[in-house]
């Protein structure tokens, strides 16, 4: 069995995703965490959970929105953390990439939810665009937050930036860009991590992996993602199932 512990189900460019599921539990995905950015897809996304088995849900706000965050938020997210479909929070974290980007805000809103999580009991699941080196910095400044754990979604970064990031106790996601022809410096990276630390994801409907990049992503593609990573460190398909499977078990408590 897999797990896809980073999708977006309710993206409106996944056409009929009741049968995406299907044919992923076809193809041997049978858990899914879908995941939302602000406070209306985090009500959708535990809303879907709750109507269908093996669907869980990671909440919270996503960088580009750190402005909307407030102590109302707040409240919301707490409130729909109580939902034992509830599995994290996020996706959270800082994004230099955007236009105009209020980099101090998304750093004050970022320790804010990490605050939050750690008092729900909750793993955060960390988005990061060209900001690894305030990412590191504020994760060891809190590191006293991160007691339930969490992971470095669809994670491309140097073997460097993941040793620190191991050194936090942290996991490593990773999704269909280490499938693409181009991405040897994140396979070698993948080389240096242990197989008891990383976790698959899709981020569907973005990034499929290879050969399917031109097409939309979703849950269907984690055994894609599986076998390739299967190749990359020189065990079987079978090895990277049970391990990565166990944790996302462990982490998410699903």
Known sequence: MYID????LLDEKINDIENVLKRARELNVQKFITCATDLNSSIDAVKFADSHDGVYASIGLYPEYAQQYNDQFESEIAKLAQNKKVVA????????SLLDCDR??????FARQLNLANDLK??????????????ITLLKSHRNLL?????????????EIASEILKLDLHISIGGVSTFKN??????????????????????????????RSQI????????????????????PEEIEVATTTNARRLFNI
């Open 183 to 212: 991405a040897e410096n994140v396979r070698n990276m993948l080389k240096t991590l242990p197989l008891s630390r990383i976790l698959l994801e899709t981020d569907s409907p973005y990034l499929a992996p290879h050969p399917f």
């Open 147 to 159: 007691k339930s754990g969490g992971t470095c979604h669809c994670f491309t970064a140097s073997k």
């Open 122 to 135: 909750k793993p955060i699941v960390i988005h990061c665009r060209e900001a690894y080196g305030d990412l």
């Open 89 to 96: 929070i996020g996706e959270i974290g800082l994004d230099y």
């Open 5 to 8: 512990t980073h999708c977006h």
């Open 104 to 109: 101090e805000k998304q750093k004050e809103v």
């Open 217 to 236: 992503n979703t849950p269907c593609f984690i055994p894609i993602i599986a076998h390739s990573l299967a190749d990359t460190l020189g065990v079987s």
